[in-house]
Nanobody, 122 residues
């Protein structure tokens, strides 16, 4: 029901834009978020956005470099990633929160996309 796309291979300092499109269900009343998971590591919160797009939150590691947004209908969420670093390499997952606000906690999310690989070369 959530389809993430836009990952790929990019050099250090480059940019990527991830998209997360919902289908089969409307998430316009749900907070949405992005998480990532690198090999051998826990899933890590990256960014979250409220149902109306008015409130956002970011992990300290990406603040100022990444921007989360959602379209007017609320069913597609984006993650613009700039100034990418090798440590940003991971599989990126989008999720739909059970709440109207986004959340930093993975267990607050009821639906997850399949993940998209982001690889940043040094």
């Amino acid at each position: 029901q959530l389809q993430a796309s836009g990952g790929g291979l990019v050099q250090t300092g480059g940019s990527l834009r991830l998209s997360c499109e919902a289908s089969g269900r409307i998430f316009s009343n749900n907070g949405m978020g992005w998480f990532r998971q690198a090999p051998g590591k826990e899933r890590e919160f990256i960014a979250a956005i409220s149902w109306n797009g008015f409130n956002t939150a970011y992990a300290d590691s990406v603040k100022g470099r990444f921007t989360i947004s959602r379209d007017y209908a609320g069913n597609t969420v984006y993650l613009q990633m700039n100034s990418l670093k090798p440590e940003d390499t991971a599989v990126y997952y989008c999720g739909a929160s059970r709440y109207a606000t986004g959340s930093r906690q993975a267990d607050h999310y009821s639906y997850w996309g399949q993940g998209t690989q982001v690889t940043v070369s040094s």
